[in-house]
């Protein structure tokens, strides 16, 4: 148990760059920690800190072990974990690292309802690119990722994979609303909001784009979501995202959704994901079970909306021919 004391004092003296933060952070004298750092390293047999008048640096030993110590700490949590599902606590944490445009729209929903169900369970939301859901789950530091267009990994498996359409999300009355509006010579004459190349998502339209010959170029480069809906409310700009994650503004028609034209079809898929070789705790598969019940609807709603994109399309036409 001392050793694992000490490898967590490593840990927090290496995220804090100093003994007297760290000492700090972890409520005890910096004395104390100093003797758990020198009992790591006699246990090591090797130093792994090199005190200096600017602060400590790590040694090859010390960046050795900080490189494994992450995962290391991550897989004691879970087992630890593990072990109060033996006992039959209902209790402890889960984590969840998920893309930011599914986050509020379907996640929070389902966090609240988990949170009132198993009340002793914290939650721990990330949020990220797939790239990042897909380290959180290598290195243990999250239990289970929901995000769009999930690469392949030997250590992770998919468990529930959805198309979700994307649609051109616009205010009422833009160009793009309008008959021809959104025809693919159209797209490239007007201001865009869009996430940047390590998000899935852009590639995707990126590639699509590209292959009709329209490559859509923004106009402004945005991770945040919360900034992507801003700039399309108060700039006018075009903005790419599901439905759902727009859902208050389509249902107060601050917004409207524009399919994409049939030559350029965008869709992203969206994948729920836990780690391949490691056994989930209660919490970790109460909640997976609840975003699938929650997921369901939201792979049914691709019918719907299909008849959405067919009723645009329709009344496109119809006021094409009225003018």
Not at 51 to 76: C, D, M, S, V
Not at 166 to 192: C, D, K, M, S
Request: positive net charge.
């Amino acid at each position: 148990m001392a050793k694992i004391v000490a490898l967590h004092h490593f840990a927090v003296v290496v995220r804090c760059n100093s003994l007297r933060e760290a000492a700090a952070q972890l409520d005890i004298h910096p004395n104390v920690l100093a003797r758990h750092i020198a009992q790591l390293e006699y246990h090591m047999n090797a130093p792994l800190l090199e005190r200096g008048p600017l602060g400590i640096r790590l040694t090859a030993a010390g960046e050795l072990l900080a490189a494994k110590l992450g995962r290391t700490i991550n897989e004691l949590d879970h087992v630890a974990r593990l072990i109060d599902d033996l006992k039959g606590l209902r209790s402890g944490g889960v984590s969840i690292h998920a893309a930011e445009g599914v986050a509020s729209a379907i996640l929070l929903p389902v966090l609240t309802a988990f949170s009132a169900k198993f009340p002793r369970i914290s939650v721990k939301l990330q949020v990220g690119t797939a790239r990042d859901a897909v380290r959180a789950l290598e290195d243990a530091s999250c239990d289970m990722a929901l995000t769009f267009f999930a690469p392949p990994s030997a250590t992770i498996t998919v468990v529930k994979h959805l198309r979700l359409p994307q649609f051109i999300i616009a205010r009422p009355h833009h160009p793009v609303t309008l008959p021809g509006g959104a025809a693919p010579q159209a797209l490239t004459g007007y201001e865009w909001v869009l996430p940047g190349m390590d998000y899935g998502v852009r590639t995707h339209i990126d590639r699509v784009s590209t292959a009709a010959g329209r490559r859509i170029v923004p106009r402004y480069e945005v991770a945040s979501l919360d900034l992507q809906r801003q700039l399309i409310l108060r700039a006018g700009a075009l903005g790419v995202l599901p439905r759902a994650a727009m859902a208050d503004e389509l249902a107060a028609g601050s917004v409207v959704a524009v399919p994409f034209p049939e030559t350029m079809p965008v869709e992203t898929s969206l994948d729920l994901c836990i780690a391949r070789d490691r056994q989930p705790s209660f919490a970790a598969d109460s909640l997976r079970r609840e975003l699938e019940r929650a997921l369901r609807p939201l792979q049914a709603g691709d019918t719907e909306s299909g008849a959405q994109v067919a009723d645009f399309r329709r009344s496109q036409v119809t006021l094409g021919q009225s003018s």
